[in-house]
């Protein structure tokens, strides 16, 4: 089998304020990681291709700092790597790196069995790449995975439902987005990091890839932030002092007259 | 005159809850800018559901029925969709940001080229009648204002209990249109084998009125009991931070959080919780927080109507007390 993984590299704390002044955001350090559900990703991956042979490729699209984790992910098991680099991709939204990915993996060999990601990055909080990859591909998807079961034909995911869970059969080639629960990803061994030194990690460019400069970067991007802003968070709190025994009489007292109490006795 | 569009969600034949809102939300758009409201109700046997969506506030409810579309699956519902949508043009297509929701929406903006803002806490329509979509980045640390100035039509999904529930107006009607549905032997290569209904409590905590959540301040499992005995002398379910999730002393199914579920109850009873950011995000809708916390300088007491600084062995009990509710 030949297992995409697509990793982005997102901030190693999510700790960033809005600067009130210039509006910009201010970042606590400037350490990055993989992000998270994308790791989860390429651990099922590399639990796959460990059953059923064949290799794991990890691609991203960002600037050149993105190596490092593309690094990472070759020293925790992968076989290849690519990052898709280049001014001219800057500034997409979700539209444009799904369309950017899409032409990245279309070019990679063998063609691909399988595409995992992440259920969504931790930054942004969309979750929209996967299934507009899926869509850029022609292929089916599975979103929100906490289980899967694939046999190198086709695959049975356990998907988050409002019901709890529904268990969808897709045929392969698929894009599927995975959870935390689907597993827990290893940690880089020394040797493993090594031996990612001598992986190869391909950078293309955007004329590597054949793109239509309409559908990349800022101008392949249907959206637009109007404002960034820090959230309102203004204390109002009353602070209810005494023991515990006259505390929790002012509490029920203040929570009666909010109507917020309708007591049902005891156990 | 724009059309604002709201995808109903169903979930075995019932609408779902935690997108209701949505209708009051279009509808109140649509007034701002002289709009009108249409549903989008796909299903195997919805019709009559149509009532319901006329009641809370679509002026217009296109029916798709097919035995194919009776549960949830992205390519046939995609197909169904971003047909309507080409035919139709509406300005503006809301879905909740459910797990359907999210899967949905960014399949039919992919196939329509077209912009989507995942998980809106606000939607307002500027001077130029564009649909100003507020969305929460870096765990809810920062506000993201999007806009899809060009694009059409601008597509978000909502996050669940955001917006008040919209008074339900029996009687009011709605125009009933049944659309055909045509669907291609590509489009139903997926199959789904089974639903596994998790009946527990746990998906009651995003619809329950009160919530009495413990964290790792609550110091032991036996300690965590305790709330189970608060929430049910209050009414209420019992949910969690993730510490106690990780310690084990409860299911990661009632964990509230940014790796969790966000909640908007009337009463939210924050219990040795000391208010990180990771969960505060998922209480934030909450109408009261009562927190209780042996440290005063726990940043949960910012969020907090009412603070309470003591040990929760010792608050829980004299609340139980004072409730009427016997240890």
New interface residues.
């Given amino acids: 089998m030949h297992i995409v993984v697509c990793i982005k590299q997102v ?1 190693a704390t ?5 600067d009130p002044v210039t509006h910009n ?1 201010i970042r606590e350090g400037t350490e990055s990681t993989i992000n998270s559900f994308d790791a989860h990703a390429l651990e099922e991956a590399l639990r796959l291709c460990e059953r059923f042979g064949g290799k794991v490729s990890v691609i991203s699209m960002g600037p050149p700092q993105v190596k490092d984790a593309l690094r990472k992910a070759l020293a925790m098991g992968a076989d290849e790597a690519y990052l898709l680099c280049d001014r001219a991709l800057g500034g997409a ?3 444009a790196t ?1 369309y950017t990915l899409a032409k990245g993996i279309k070019r990679l060999l063998p063609p691909y069995d399988l595409i995992l990601c992440g259920r ?1 990055a ?11 990859l ?3 591909l022609g292929l ?5 995975v906490k289980k899967l079961e694939c046999d190198g034909k086709s695959a ?1 995911a ?14 392969l080639p698929a894009v599927i987005t995975v959870g ?2 689907i597993n827990t990803p290893r940690y880089p061994k020394p040797i493993g990091i090594m031996r990612a030194a001598k992986k190869p990690l391909t950078v293309w460019t955007a004329q590597d890839l054949d793109v239509d400069e309409d559908k990349i970067g800022l101008k392949g ?11 309102e ?1 203004v ?7 005494g ?3 006259v ?3 002012t ?2 007292r ?2 009666k007259g ?1 109507k ?8 | 005159m724009q059309d604002i569009w709201v995808v109903a969600e169903t979930n075995c034949g019932v609408l779902a809850g935690g997108t209701l809102e949505l209708w009051g939300k279009a509808r109140s758009l649509a007034q701002s800018c002289d709009g009108t409201v249409t549903a989008v109700l796909l299903g195997a046997d919805v019709a009559p559901l149509a009532a319901q969506l006329a009641a809370y506030g679509a002026d217009t409810v296109l029916l798709a029925q097919d035995p194919e579309l009776a549960q949830y699956r992205t390519l046939p519902y995609t197909a169904v969709l971003t047909e309507l949508i080409g035919a139709r043009k509406p300005a503006i297509v809301l879905l909740g940001a459910t797990s359907q929701g999210r899967d949905l929406a960014p399949r039919v903006a992919g196939r329509l080229r077209t912009g989507l803002t995942a998980d809106c806490l606000e939607l307002i329509l500027d001077r130029d009648g564009l649909l100003v979509q507020t969305k929460p980045s870096y765990g809810d640390n920062v506000m993201v204002d999007i806009v899809i100035p060009e694009h059409r039509p601008q597509m978000a999904t909502v996050r669940p209990h955001v917006f008040p529930l919209p008074e339900k107006q029996e009687g009011r009607s709605a125009k009933v249109e049944e659309v055909s549905v045509e669907l291609e032997a590509s489009d139903l290569t997926t199959r789904v084998r089974e639903i596994i209904v998790e009946e527990q409590q746990a998906s009651k905590l995003e619809e329950a009125d009160v919530i009495v959540a413990g964290g790792r301040g609550m110091g032991s499992r036996e300690n965590f009991a305790l709330l189970e005995k608060l929430a049910h002398a209050l009414g209420g379910v019992v949910g969690a931070t993730r510490p106690p999730v990780d310690e084990g002393w409860i299911d990661a199914a009632y964990q509230i959080g940014q790796s969790g579920k966000t909640v908007a109850p009337k009463l939210f009873i924050a219990c040795g919780i000391s208010g990180a950011v990771q969960h505060t995000v998922g209480i934030e809708k909450s109408k009261v927080i009562v927190a209780i916390n042996k440290d005063a300088s726990a940043p949960i007491f910012n969020f907090a109507t009412y603070g309470i600084v003591g040990d929760v062995r010792d608050v829980i009990p004299a609340l139980l007390q004072e409730l009427g509710a016997s240890e």
Avoid: I, Y
């Fill in positions: 901030p999510l700790d960033v304020r809005v955001l939204d979700t539209l799904a969504h931790v930054d942004a909080d969309t979750g929209q790449v996967g299934p507009m899926a869509e850029e089916p998807q599975v979103t929100m049975v356990w998907r988050e439902s409002a019901e709890g869970t529904a268990v969808w059969e897709v045929p935390s629960e991007s249907p959206t637009r932030v109007a404002r960034l802003f820090s959230p968070r204390s109002h709190v009353e602070m209810l002092s023991d515990p025994e505390a929790a009489a509490l029920v203040k929570l909010n917020l109490l309708q007591v049902q006795g005891g156990c």
